[in-house]
């Protein structure tokens, strides 16, 4: 098939070279062009401008950073939505918000073209080795249209509605659910902590035990060992997809109590500077309320030019 | 070596057996007797009392209900404090208050006795099968010489601490985080309900991606299928365990908003009569506040007397 | 002064009402002509149009719903943006979000145009008898201009800030502390009549005490009768404002975990549908979740089909 | 009518002064001495201990800490449990659990005496002026009995239940109202400080409009100032207050979100060193949590030893 792809960041590059390693002809567009090279080098075309790489495609894919992005992207002069042909189908595998989802489907629709809403979960790693969880919705014969390029990309699809937004909400509340241990672990090991407890030793304890799987592994080491930099995922993007969260549960009228604290421990951290931690950081906010002397008691903007320089 | 073990419940039994095949004498007791019978025919003396029980023991197991209970049994007449021989150790493995853990080892310790904290994870399957996780905690000689006994009864030991306590905060925080796991699926199955998602598929993406964990797979089955009898572990020891960690919390100056929370949660459930419920039945909560039909919303007192009548 | 008025409603007509008082001609615009006449009859001209009360204005007040209505009075075609004359001042007095004041701000400035915030505090009875309380922001050259129109409308203008969010959100912030008030009468009353006591009897006390402010009186009956129709404002509404106060919040990375709690209690109203009930109506829910027989426990969607009926 | 008056403390020693005042013999006891020196000058009989104060009394007042206190002085050695008169009666003033109340009634009722539960409201200078509000409950015989030493020292009764414990429930849930309205001030102030507003200009507008009962005066301006020294209301205090209150809610299973979030309040004040200040110093916290720079900021103890050195 012909497909576009637009976004190559550390998910989108490893998407697209997949949909390439599976035969399909791949034009890829970025705003940066440096990160389509090696792309061109494994033999994708690389687009002059979004429209281009829209242009007699079957379907076209976009990976972006943020529900502003797609919509520049989608909606803009020379967007997907005027380029893409009739027929064809948009495949938004954006962390996006269940309100633009819906926007997608009813512009596409109304242009007579395909959308698809197929969010992915997973690392750049995964994504790297077609090993993503895809997520996918929207009109039967849209979603049977892009298996094969779904099937390119991860390891396993599902379908889970004719409606796009029930992927994005899938894929929104995962994110919900993994922010969720991260605070459940923070604060059980503030508790552990002041209880005299070595912090490793405890995480060692729960992840031999109750807690194997490699969510609690990952996260509850970061958390041990506060250490919150270099970002995997960073704070502002776990704020923005709780924001999200909350914003679907409110058009739905759904109290979501547990995400409302992770939005204040998000608020918190921002607050504090943090920034440029990994959204895990959430999980030191405990040990900071409990009084435990944290990373997260430390970033904040009014002891930044103190303890900062005396803690070289 | 001679142990005497009190407290033969679906955990207690299957520890006590384990103690038996491993080659030790044990002398069990029981409040009601039937439930000794079995171990009694496996090999194990019956104890006409508690004292009986301790007597020449070289440790005494106590694996009970709550606090009252191990009270009772430890400090009462005839108790585990009076009886057990110097210098023998009592195990204690019920989930009791980080509190009592305290009284408990001073009291052992005026007395010249051991004591040792050593609450278990694990399903009455897993003790059964002398498959559990045990957390020890207590002074290292007291330790070392019940080692043999709690390698009989788990699969792994864990020595925490010198504090026992340490311990029973390690098991108390545990069910603190299986029941924020519970809370979060409530949320997040809640929202994906209204947002036209079937349960049942939702948990079925979740549990095949990122939460492979048999923690999410069971209790997420629980909360998909809305069933929430015959209870595993019944609301009220939720209630219990959960209040045990905010004491304990309490008492080392940590806020932990989740778990207030979960106390929350489990106050409405048995505030709507869902005391024979499984604890899971919290995850049906977020459901019930979000206007779902739920089996929580069904089991009001107020309106049994009345709606149910008028629904028929 | 020649002053436009857009947005007749209760509280709208009150105001223009006493604009005309005060001796100023005032030029009145209503989506619905009807609101309109009793102006009429006092002195007021009627515009055909928003662009019609904007011509030759000093000043021009606009007094509507929500963000969504002033977005279109102010931006839409003929709007006052492009009718106001340059150098004549545009005086928000609706509850909208502080974003969108910014907006209008900008929109003015760039127009040579002036922008006010002004909302106020008061019902429709103290708009009406010119006593509200008027919150005043803006470039202190426009506030001083119509500083004679604002007294008209009030008994006190408070100047806050040349910065016109700032009385945006002053109006927010004080609209989340009467709510909050609900809340904790709401579960003050739920405690107090679990413990056996009398619910007016109750606020009787706290109303005579501690508790004398008619804000605590008037929402106290409310709760202790379980009287939430007619509204007085109505509980989108109040939900609309906690949805602002947190956005405000959320770009000022300020967490507000007592207006989250806010947030989900009108949630959880609307998803039993009462959105006509009174915003107070969220102080019923503690005792819901308390497992008492309430008035929020029967609007659930599911029992509405029975209880309503057999409540007759 | 002969009196005992137990306990001499701020509240204690102006209620004894007004009981001397109404006509009544009164015999003081207080652990320390020194406090009853002005009452005996007064007229008051200093007794030698608790016993005597008791002896051949009509009524005994108690107006102590906390349970502990209370316990003590009732059920330990020459409590007034046992030498208080068959038929006279224990008056508790005092801020305690709802459980002890249920146990002094009890023990009372069995001993042949009288208890009703009398908490009041109002500050130390209320209490000197016998200007207090009484809160009363108990059986009706005894409530009358006492009733003329009640209107000694307030201005108004208050017979909410012949159960004693409403009493207590009514003035525990009274200053979880009075924390709540810190609370929601501690937030508004942190929001409308980051956005620009002066504290003080804003509690003006508060307190001017809507919120102008002294409660929102007094404790406005505390938060205000960040002036949290000396304590009129010590944090300790407040915490177990809230404690109780959410004791009490359990016992009744009424869940309480907004006590749950005093509840951290407390606790992270305290973990940062706030034993010392006022409660109202909880208001402080939001503002830290959004990364202003606030008293409570600055009494974490791990900034104590290294970031106050540093920042000279």
Known sequence: ????????????????????????????????????????QAGA??????????????????MLANDEAVREVVFGEGGVLAALPEGAVHVSSSTISVALA????????????????APVFGRPDAAAAGKLFVVAAGADDAVAKV???????????????????AANLVKLSGNFLIASVIESLGEA????????????QYLDILTST???????????ALI??????????????????????????????VPLPLASLLRDRFLSLLAHGGEELDWSAIGD????????????????????????????
Chains 1, 2, 3, 4 share one sequence.
């Open 1 to 40: 098939m012909k497909v576009g792809f637009i976004g190559l960041g550390r998910m989108g590059s490893g998407m697209a070279a997949n949909l390439l390693k599976a035969g399909h002809t791949v034009t890829v567009h970025n705003r940066t062009r440096e990160r389509a090279e090696a792309l061109v």
């Open 45 to 62: 075309r690389l687009a002059t401008d979004v429209a281009h790489a829209c242009r007699d495609a079957d379907a076209v894919f976009s």
């Open 102 to 117: 819906g926007e997608l489907q009813a512009a596409h629709g109304e242009a007579g073209q395909g959308y698809v809403s």
């Open 147 to 165: 298996a094969p390029l779904l099937e390119a990309i991860g390891q396993k699809t599902f379908g889970v509605s004719a409606t796009p937004q």
């Open 189 to 200: 090991m503030a508790l552990a902590e002041k209880g005299g407890i070595d912090r490793h």
């Open 210 to 220: 109750l807690f194997g799987a490699p969510i609690y592994k990952t996260y509850g």
């Open 224 to 253: 041990a060992e506060r250490k919150f930099q270099p970002a995997g995922f960073a704070a502002p993007l776990g704020q923005k997809d709780i924001r999200l969260v909350l914003a679907a549960a409110e058009a739905l009228q």
């Open 285 to 312: 906010l405990p040990g900071r309320d409990a009084g435990l002397d944290t990373v997260t008691s430390a970033v904040s903007p009014g002891f930044l030019s103190t303890t900062r320089e005396n803690a070289g």
